[in-house]
């Protein structure tokens, strides 16, 4: 069992940076993949960036690419989502995701093995 809780969501304008963090309880942290995917409001949730379990291989959707970086750190059993540049088409809840195996790093919302609580982030025009 994994439990995740993210946290570092807040209110940005447009340009701004906000760095997300997802903890993530147990000792099997280091054996999963670990996601970042968001929710806008009336719309399905959609896959952002996803890192495998060694941290050596990362995956971002276009959009994003440029001005997210997912990394992680096993040793503190935590994911990270550093976000530059946001636009408000960026507005979202975003969500902290674990999947097995974990090398694969091109896994969907169907794949996934645990959802964190979610984190809303706001970004003015």
């Known amino acids: 069992q994994v439990q995740l809780v993210e946290s570092g969501g807040g209110l940005v304008p447009a340009g701004g940076s906000l760095r997300l963090s997802c903890a993530a309880s147990?000792?099997?942290?280091?054996?999963?993949?670990m996601g970042w995917f968001r929710q806008a409001p009336g719309k399905e949730r959609d896959f952002v960036a996803t890192?495998?379990?060694?941290?050596?291989?990362?995956y971002y959707r276009n959009s994003v690419k440029g001005r997210f970086t997912i990394s992680r750190d096993n040793a503190k059993n935590t994911v990270y989502l550093q976000m530059t540049g946001l636009k408000p088409e960026d507005t979202a809840v975003y969500y902290c995701?674990?999947?097995?195996?974990?090398?694969?790093?091109?896994?969907?919302?169907?794949?996934?093995?645990?959802w964190g609580q979610g984190t809303q982030v706001t970004v003015s025009s």
């Open positions: 890192i495998s379990s060694s941290g050596t291989s990362t």
């Open positions: 995701a674990a999947n097995s195996p974990g090398e694969v790093v091109t896994f969907g919302i169907t794949d996934v093995d645990y």
């Open positions: 147990g000792r099997t942290f280091s054996t999963y993949a």
